[in-house]
C-alpha cells in the first residue's frame, strides 16, 4: 500500500529556498574571510543550527503540519512494517483473532439483546401467563383470557398464541404444516400488515365463526406461485376448508418463538378441542398484550390482580389461586440467554486483552532494535511526543489491519457462536454483521491499537540521548525485560481468570442446553 506524499506548497519552497540562501551568504562571508569552501559550508550550518527543527517550527506557526506529520507517520509505519513482515503478520493475526472472537459475539448481543423488537411500539408489549399457587407462567384458559381482554383498563389490546399442526391435502401430496392458533388482535397489536389481503377481525375468532386462515409468504409462493389471486382459495386442513383472507410476512414469527416458523394463522376458536370451552383448561396457549400509552408494567399488574380476584370470585371451582404473571417481551425472550452473551461477550474481552498484552510484548522486544534509530531522531531535533506519535501510528497500522482481517473471521465465525449458545436461541435470525457492529470492531480496534502501542511507545521514547548512542542501545535491555515481565504476568493472571470462567460458562451452558422459550 502506498501512501500519497503531502504536496509542497509554494510557501514550503520559499521557506527552503530562504534558509538555503542564508547559509549561502553566511558560507560566502566566510570564504571571503580565508575559510576553505568546505570549512566555511560546515560553519555555516553549525552556526545556523538544526535546519530541519527550523523549518518544522516555523511551519508549525503556518498551522499545516499535522496533516502532514500524519501521512509522514503512517508511509514510515508502512515501510517499517514491510521491512519486518514476520513481525507484522504474527501480531497482525494476534489481533485479528481477537477482535474477530470479540465481533462475532458482539454481533450476537448485539441482534439478540439490543437491536429492538421490529413492532410497533415494542416497548409496550408484555407476555401474559397464568400464575397457580406453584407455578408461575402457566398456559391461560381461553375463557379466562376472554375475560381479561373485556375488563381489564390497562391494555389497548390482548392475544393468545399456541402452536399447532395440520394436514394439509388437496394441493400436491398431503403434508404436514406449522400452524399458530391465535385470537383475532395478534396481528394488530403486533402491528403487522399482510403482505395481500387482510388480517383477522375482531369475532372472527369465536367458536362456530366462518373457517378462515392466512397463509405464510412461503407457503403462498410454493403453492400459488405467489399470485394474489391466492386470496379467496381454500387449502383443506384436516379434511376442513378454510378460506384464505391474507399472506403474512416471511419469517416474521421467529421473533416470539423459537419453533419452526408457522405455514398458516388460524383463529384459535377454530381448533376442535372441546377443552378449549372448560374454563380450568390452558392447553398450552400463552398471551401477549400492548399496554396503553402511559400505562406501566406496575399498573397493569395491579389491573390485572383486580380482574383474576374478580375471576376467582365467580368461579372459586376452577380460578380460585388463579393470577395473571406479565413479563416485557424482550425480557422473556432473552431471559435465559442474556447472562450467558454477556458472560462470554467478557471472556472474549479477556481474550483480546492477553492478545494486546502479547502484541505489546512484541513491539517492546522490537523496540530494543530500534533504541538507536529513535536516539538518532531525537539527537536531530524530533520531541519525545513526535516519537510516541509515531510509536502509536504503527500501533494503529498494526490495529486496523488486525480490525480488518478480524472482521472478515467474524462474518464467517458468528454462526459458529450460534452454535455454541443454547438450543432456540431467540432472534437469531437478527444476528448479522450491520453498522452496529462495524462501529465497534472500529472502536475496539483502534483502542487495541491504543492499548497495546502506548506502553512500548512511552518506554521507547524515553530515551537517554548521550547513553544510546554511545552504547547502542544496550544500557536499555534491562528496562525492557522489567515491562516485559509486568506484562507477561498481567497475561497469565488474566489466562487464569479467563479458565477459570470457561469451566463456569462450561457447566452452566450444559443445563441450559436444551431450555427452550414458550413464545
Known amino acids: 500500500m502506498k501512501l500519497p506524499h503531502w504536496p509542497k506548497t509554494r510557501q ?67 515501510r517499517m512494517l514491510r521491512k519486518n513482515p514476520g513481525f507484522a503478520l504474527i501480531a497482525v493475526l494476534t489481533l485479528a483473532l481477537g477482535i474477530g472472537a470479540n465481533t462475532a459475539l458482539f454481533s450476537v448481543v448485539n441482534g439478540v439483546l439490543l437491536n429492538p423488537l421490529p413492532y410497533t411500539n415494542p416497548d409496550q408489549l408484555v407476555t401474559l401467563h397464568e400464575s397457580k399457587p406453584n407455578f408461575e407462567t402457566g398456559s391461560i384458559s381461553f375463557l379466562n383470557f376472554r375475560d ?141 398484550g400492548k399496554l396503553k400509552p402511559g400505562v406501566t408494567i406496575e399498573q397493569a399488574r395491579a389491573d390485572m390482580q383486580r380482574v383474576t380476584q374478580s375471576l376467582a370470585a365467580a ?56 533504541a538507536r534509530e529513535f536516539a538518532i531522531r531525537g539527537a536531530l531535533g524530533a520531541g519525545r511526543t513526535r516519537l510516541i506519535r509515531q510509536l502509536l501510528t504503527e500501533s494503529l497500522l498494526i490495529a486496523i489491519a488486525g480490525g480488518v482481517i478480524g472482521l472478515l473471521l467474524a462474518a464467517w465465525s458468528t454462526q459458529a457462536a450460534l452454535r455454541i449458545l443454547p438450543s432456540g436461541l431467540p432472534r437469531a435470525q437478527q444476528v448479522s454483521v450491520d453498522a452496529h457492529v462495524l462501529l465497534f470492531t472500529t472502536a475496539i480496534s483502534l483502542l487495541a491499537g491504543i492499548l497495546f502501542g502506548l506502553a512500548p511507545a512511552l518506554k521507547t521514547s524515553d530515551l537517554h540521548l548521550h547513553a544510546t548512542l554511545k552504547e547502542g542501545g544496550r544500557g536499555l535491555s534491562a528496562a525492557r525485560h522489567g515491562t516485559q515481565s509486568i506484562l507477561v504476568l498481567a497475561e497469565m493472571a488474566m489466562a487464569v481468570v479467563l479458565l477459570i470462567g470457561a469451566g463456569l460458562m462450561i457447566r452452566t451452558l450444559s443445563r441450559l442446553w436444551d431450555v427452550n422459550h414458550r413464545l
Not at 553549525?46 to 496533516?67: I, S
Request: charged fraction near 20%.
Open 315 to 370: 368461579y372459586p371451582d376452577v380460578d380460585k389461586g388463579i393470577g395473571a404473571t406479565l413479563i416485557p417481551l424482550k425480557k422473556e425472550m432473552v431471559g435465559e440467554v442474556q447472562p450467558i452473551l454477556l458472560v462470554l461477550l467478557g471472556a472474549v474481552g479477556f481474550v483480546l486483552l492477553i492478545a494486546c498484552v502479547n502484541v505489546a510484548n512484541l513491539m517492546l522486544a522490537r523496540s530494543t532494535g530500534r
Open 12 to 78: 514550503h519552497a520559499e521557506l527552503n529556498e530562504e534558509i538555503q540562501s542564508h547559509l549561502r551568504m553566511a558560507a560566502n562571508d566566510r570564504v571571503d574571510r580565508g575559510e576553505s569552501a568546505q570549512r566555511a559550508q560546515q560553519s555555516a550550518r553549525q552556526e545556523f543550527g538544526n535546519v530541519a527543527l527550523v523549518e518544522q517550527v516555523t511551519r508549525d506557526q503556518w498551522g499545516a503540519r499535522q496533516l502532514e506529520e500524519f501521512l509522514q507517520d503512517l508511509r514510515y509505519a508502512a
Open 148 to 288: 381479561w381482554r373485556k375488563d381489564n383498563r390497562t391494555f389497548s389490546a390482548m392475544a393468545v398464541i399456541r402452536s399447532y399442526g395440520f394436514s394439509l391435502t388437496g394441493r400436491g401430496p398431503a403434508e404436514q404444516v406449522q400452524a399458530k392458533l391465535i385470537s383475532s388482535d395478534f396481528f394488530s397489536l403486533l402491528g403487522v400488515q399482510p403482505v395481500i389481503g387482510r388480517t383477522f377481525t375482531s369475532g372472527e375468532d369465536e367458536f362456530g365463526a366462518p373457517p378462515i386462515l392466512m397463509i405464510s409468504a412461503g407457503l403462498w409462493a410454493r403453492k400459488f406461485n405467489s399470485s394474489p389471486e391466492a386470496v379467496g382459495k381454500t387449502l383443506t386442513l384436516n379434511g376442513k376448508d378454510f378460506t384464505i383472507v391474507g399472506v403474512y410476512p416471511a419469517n416474521f414469527d421467529l421473533f416470539l418463538s423459537n419453533t419452526a416458523t408457522a405455514d398458516v394463522y388460524v383463529p384459535i376458536g377454530q381448533w376442535s378441542n372441546p377443552a378449549l370451552k372448560f374454563r380450568g383448561a390452558g392447553l398450552g396457549i400463552h398471551g401477549i
